[in-house]
């Protein structure tokens, strides 16, 4: 049975709904990084690192060499740097919007704290 896009697109942003997984991504835009280098920027457990890139792996986004002894990961693809982008893009937004209302709240309350 095939699966509807929404329902892949779902599937996607949930693969992609982990702090250290988008961590992951952000550090690989700047290139191949070997796992001891992702360890070190995003500092967590190594296996809890190895779960996490064992899913990126899975789903095609990044891939995995081995140089003799040390794992290299990249992005698969130049698209994930425009979707974080875009994220960021998005997030910033929606962030102004709140802050806007935000000061338009606090301006609120102080006028009616002066009545």
Same mark, same amino acid.
């Given at each position: 049975? @095939? +699966?509807?896009? /929404?329902?892949?697109?779902?599937?996607?942003?949930?693969? !992609? $709904?982990?702090? +250290? @997984?988008i961590? +992951?991504?952000e550090l690989l835009q700047d290139g191949p990084m070997p796992v001891r280098d992702l360890l070190t920027a995003i500092g967590i457990e190594p296996s809890s690192l190895s779960q996490?890139?064992?899913?990126? @792996?899975?789903?095609?986004i990044v891939t995995a060499t081995r140089e003799g002894t040390t794992v290299v /990961?990249?992005?698969? $693809? $130049?698209? +994930?740097?425009?979707? !974080?982008?875009?994220?960021?893009?998005l997030l910033t937004d929606v962030l102004t919007g709140q802050?806007?209302?935000?000061?338009e709240l606090r301006g609120d309350r102080s006028g009616a704290e002066n009545r």
């Amino acid at each position: 049975m @095939r +699966v509807p896009l /929404y329902q892949a697109k779902a599937e996607f942003f949930r693969m !992609l $709904g982990h702090p +250290v @997984r988008i961590r +992951v991504l952000e550090l690989l835009q700047d290139g191949p990084m070997p796992v001891r280098d992702l360890l070190t920027a995003i500092g967590i457990e190594p296996s809890s690192l190895s779960q996490q890139l064992a899913v990126l @792996r899975r789903s095609g986004i990044v891939t995995a060499t081995r140089e003799g002894t040390t794992v290299v /990961y990249a992005l698969a $693809g $130049g698209d +994930v740097t425009e979707l !974080l982008g875009a994220a960021r893009r998005l997030l910033t937004d929606v962030l102004t919007g709140q802050e806007e209302l935000l000061t338009e709240l606090r301006g609120d309350r102080s006028g009616a704290e002066n009545r």
